[in-house]
């Protein structure tokens, strides 16, 4: 079946008002690769229309759940009232190892300062004091972060003027967030928030140099369902020393440390690049995107950073490592993807998964005929080579921009002008590059930015693909549609997908679910005409 992707675009919005659709039609567009190798332009990173249903979240959900939180031993103090706390309580399935029964451990805890009317009459400071200083009396951390909702804001609240009024009088690090809900058109937003207060606050202060040889830091991985470990355990079998990752499975120290690695590797290049891009600057570090998702991607990674690193033994471990767990892989690959070839996928998912899956799929058969993201920027869909163009937006009009300029101790050139210009020579060792997720899908495919759930249950009706990513918002509703939907956020239950050992999970958990034959006994009241009970036993 053939279905012009033109047709479907006009289709989908051809129900909103004038405007709404003048504006949508910018945010959905119809991918084909140019010449000059450029591809469309896409409107990204605007604010989401009232009256849509969108999948996006909030600022303060990207600052604290998403960047900081996933660090274990940072005590995260939230500034308003309850629901903002209790929503952001575990639902992330972000994991973390302590090293032993003694290690600090606050990721289990919700710890909030239950704003209530009165507060928001005469100000919310006071009581914030208290928290703090209660905070700390119970737990003792290194470390307090204090994260502002959004009445936080409205009423002015200064909560950077009470972190540092706590972190004198406490003697540990207290910072705080402005990343009230409202701040910026998503939770994008937030994370260049947090990328900055983890800039400011942390990075540089803490002095252990590591002797050994190959040093990098995994930023953009949180360890969603075990991703992290699995890719410390790679990493670590081919001779490489991780300092720290951002921020999954994560310390303070570690963090506070990583300005001592040689390489900072981007995994989420959304949620992260800020960070990589001041360390760059201030440190030296150079940054390169990696991608860990699916076995052929994550052996690409690891032979990068073997490049990076111009060593011949260590390139040998790595290449020992790939075959050894390429095997194991393709495997299962072979029957998984005799099971699965052909059937077709659509993922929305935040600001970088909606890409890197795509590979996963394509591995085992699997055609993406639509993707988004929630919450990308232009560059996270056309490749950072447009952002020299881009605008300042409204979004980060809202947000500090900080001047980084070089340490004067301690910034060091990790490599020679020489170094740089042989490796950047070398095809796929780009620096501080991201292709984006346009050039990678196939001409003709559509791309729809911050997906509402109209343009939801219409792509549904239209295509009905195989199976649908996103995240448990969605999950019921595209399920009764008889349409398995993977979370791609949370992993279901499942995971980790990341490296190789997580792409034969990820294989085998996609075969079960578009092949299960549960799917097609699914009889929505709404379709049309009805399945009558004796009809469906029939199936
Ligand atoms: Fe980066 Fe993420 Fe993502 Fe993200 Fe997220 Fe997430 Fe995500 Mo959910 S940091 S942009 S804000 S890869 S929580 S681990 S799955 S939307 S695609």
Redesign the pocket.
Known sequence: MSIDPRVVKEELIQIYPKKLRQKRSEQIVVTEHREDGSVPEIKANVRSSPGIITQR?CTY??CK???IGPSRDILSLVHGPIGCSFYAWLT?R?QTRPDGPDAQNFINYCLSTDMQEENIVFGGEKKLKVAVREAYHLFHPKAIAIFSTCPVGLIGDDVHAVAREMKEELGINVFGFSCEGYRGVS??A??HIANNGLFKHIIGLVETPHEEKFKVNLL?E?N?GGDGFVLEDLLKRCGITQISTFSGNSTYETMANSHTADLNIV??????NYVAEMMEKRFGIPWMKVNFIGATASAKSLRRIGEYFEDDGLKARIEEVIAEEMAKVEAVQAVVKARCQGKTAMLF??????H?YQQLFTEIGIKTIVAG????HRDDYEGRKILPGLKVDADSKNIEEITVVPDPERYRARRTPEQFARLEAMTELEFRDYVGMMPEMDADTLVVDDLSHHETERLLEIYRPDIFCA?IKEKYGVQKMGIPCKQ???YDYGGPYAGFRGAINFFKDIDRMVNMKIWSYVNPPWASPAKQPEEVAAD
């Open positions: 979240g959900a990207g759940g998403v960047v992330r972000n939770q994008s937030g994370h953009g949180y969603i995994m989420c290049h959304r949620s992260i998912v935040g600001g970088s998964r909606a890197h993201y929630e919450f990308g995240g791609l956020h949370s």
